[in-house]
């Protein structure tokens, strides 16, 4: 069941960054959409912790859950602005690689032991992430100094927000408080750098990130269910897939082509996944 909850996270996850990608495309502000879909996530979770009365707020779902809000909402900042930086074809594949950091951290900080038939499955998936993201030939000006930061920093976000992530449901933290907490302290991060950035609002933001909050709802209870029950070194990188869900959709509906080496990795990832249930 946590292998099929890990794969609905990186449905879910795929889904928001398509609607990224084409909200972008349309010239809407990124971090507007982000605001709204954590303070409609914020306002959801909260209500229906009320109503179920399962509140168990303490000091480490407070901390942890806005950090890895937090470290999301800046994560997916730093990305979009590091591809206004530099080269796409590298951009997203570096980023993509982040998923090493949890799993690194699920071996030694919390000693999870890995098969070499599931080693096999996670370089296997995590090289056909790679692959999928890759594109060749798609450069620009390209300023490396800032690029390099933001590339940096992103895999930073989502690296460490990995390891949060898992430390949770270590310590046994009940994953409703911490996805509160986590909505709740993006909600705010993202209020605090609109006000900074001083960008205009549009009504088309609020639809569209109210529509992603509702997926990420979705996505994150999945995502702590799955680091609950199973092995954190392979829900990882079968969540980092979730670039597949974004290549898929734009062959659908935005009429991309699919390349001859994006076909391999996607083939090559559902390879992986097979090793990792071995």
Not at 115 to 129: E, K, P, T, Y
Request: positive net charge.
């Amino acid at each position: 069941m946590w292998i099929a909850a890990a794969l609905v996270t990186t449905l879910s996850f795929g889904t928001n960054n398509t609607i990224f990608k084409w909200s972008t495309s349309r010239g809407l502000s990124k971090v507007h959409i982000q605001f709204f879909f954590y303070f409609v996530a914020f306002i959801l979770t909260l209500a229906y912790g009320i109503y179920v009365g399962d509140l168990r707020f303490n000091l480490y779902a407070i901390i942890l859950g806005g950090l890895i809000g937090i470290l999301n909402a800046n994560g997916n900042i730093q990305m979009s602005k590091a591809f206004e930086k530099g080269p796409a074809s590298l951009t997203s594949p570096l980023i993509g690689a982040n998923a090493i950091m949890p799993i690194l951290g699920a071996a030694i900080i919390f000693h999870e032991e890995i098969s070499l038939a599931h080693w096999i499955g996670i370089v296997v998936i995590l090289g056909s992430a790679l692959m999928i993201q890759y594109s060749p030939g798609k450069s620009h000006g390209t300023n490396y100094g800032p690029w390099i930061y933001r590339v940096v920093m992103a895999i930073l976000s989502f690296g460490i927000l990995g390891i949060l992530m898992k430390t949770t449901s270590y310590l046994q933290i009940s994953s409703l408080s911490t996805l509160i907490c986590m909505y709740g302290g993006g909600s705010i991060y993202l209020a605090l750098t609109s006000l900074r950035e001083k960008e205009s609002w549009l009504r088309s933001e609020v639809n569209v990130g109210s529509m992603a909050g509702l997926v990420s709802v979705i996505g994150y209870s999945c995502y702590f269910y799955a680091l609950q029950k199973g092995i954190a070194s392979i829900i990882f990188p079968i969540v980092s897939l979730n670039c597949l869900v974004v290549i898929l959709a734009g062959c659908w509906f935005f009429k991309e082509k699919l390349k001859r080496y994006q076909l391999v990795g996607i083939f090559s990832a559902i390879l992986g996944i097979i090793f990792t249930k071995i």
